[in-house]
């Protein structure tokens, strides 16, 4: 199967191109253009094998949420031209991913069995296990690297270093806790938990947007509801929709993007594997059948796509 792992494309009024850790995004003036590939990364590292119609589900899955939504806040998209492609509206990025987690699972999960009670200032409660229920949902900001790590951050820290005003960051936090109880209510409706996201932001003419994905595999981690207590009574694994199962594959295999470890291949078997889970995701977090697009030469498709899509939105 033909996948997309790097894009260079020219549109017309196209300006300038960045290549992040999955998409590639085209500046185009008032808008930016971006190109769900099917790059998959962990870890913050790229992994080298691309992942047949990932991007398709990320960039339908996002569209699919931000239309959810854009009650709650206006949000950048304006069109997906393209099974892989969203245009919207160029923001002014908040450098901060608003992390909220519902559950003890991954990032938290690790510094809590590393014997920490506090993850980004927030206490964390004594005597809970691997995936259980926080109280309530808790924010985690983390700082948003061009390169390299994000690094978790405190709403002190946030403040000290002046990234945005308290006024902002209020408004921030109560976007955030407001998606996630609207995306925990759109999963149990599909049998599912959501577990934590990352949500980001940003300022189009003075006006706070929600950018980028949202409720996408690669942005949240789900929990099947059905079983989860029983599981978490007996202390077993939870059945999730996310791509902790690769970083899982990755740890197995010696790598956790530490210095002087060695990327592990991704076998074939094992690609086919993740590409049928993302798209198990997108059908059962949106409850719509996935099609998949024509990958016979995804190129010409895209390239032909955007041009037809900027000439009838000029």
């Known amino acids: 199967m033909n996948a997309i792992q790097r894009t260079n494309f020219s549109f017309a009024r196209e300006d300038k191109i960045y290549h992040g850790k999955v998409r590639d995004v085209y500046d185009l003036g008032e ?5 769900a590939t099917d790059r998959i990364s962990a870890f913050d590292h790229i992994l080298p094998k691309p992942i047949p119609f990932k991007g398709q589900v990320l960039n339908q899955t996002a569209a699919y949420f931000l239309k959810k939504t854009e009650d709650i806040v206006p949000n950048w ?11 919207g509206l160029k923001c002014d990025p908040i450098k901060l991913e608003m992390v909220v987690r519902g559950y003890l699972a991954g990032h938290a999960w690790r510094e809590y069995r590393d014997g920490k009670r506090m993850i980004c200032g927030v206490p964390m409660p ?24 994000d690094e978790d951050i405190s709403r002190e820290g946030i403040l000290k270093n002046k990234i945005v005003s308290e006024d902002i960051l209020n408004q921030l936090e109560k976007f955030s806790l407001a998606l996630f109880d609207r995306g925990t209510q759109l999963a149990a409706k599909q049998g599912l938990i959501l577990v ?3 949500y980001e932001f940003g300022f189009h ?11 996408t595999p690669d942005s949240s981690r789900f929990f099947y509801s059905e079983g989860y207590s029983d599981r978490q009574l007996k202390g077993e694994k939870q059945k999730q929709l996310s791509k902790e199962f690769v970083r ?20 074939d078997k094992f690609v086919r594997i993740v590409s049928q889970r993302y798209i198990e995701l997108y059908e059962k977090v949106t409850g719509q059948k996935f099609e998949k697009a024509d990958t016979s030469n995804i190129e010409d498709r895209i390239q032909t796509n955007v041009e037809n899509w900027l000439a009838e939105n000029k």
Request: aromatic share 6%; hydrophobic share 35%; glycine share 10%.
């Open 77 to 87: 998209l304006l069109g997906s031209p393209d099974p892989n492609v969203s245009i």
């Open 248 to 267: 899982e594959w990755l740890m197995e295999n010696g790598f956790q993007g530490l210095d002087g470890q060695k990327m592990p291949e991704m076998p």
């Open 31 to 35: 808008r930016l253009l971006m190109i």
């Open 205 to 215: 003419e003075g006006k706070i947007y929600l950018i980028d994905e949202i409720h």
């Open 196 to 198: 934590d996201t990352k």
């Open 126 to 149: 004594e005597g809970m296990k691997e995936n259980d229920q926080f109280p309530s949902p808790i924010i985690t900001p983390a700082t948003k690297a061009e390169e390299g790590h």
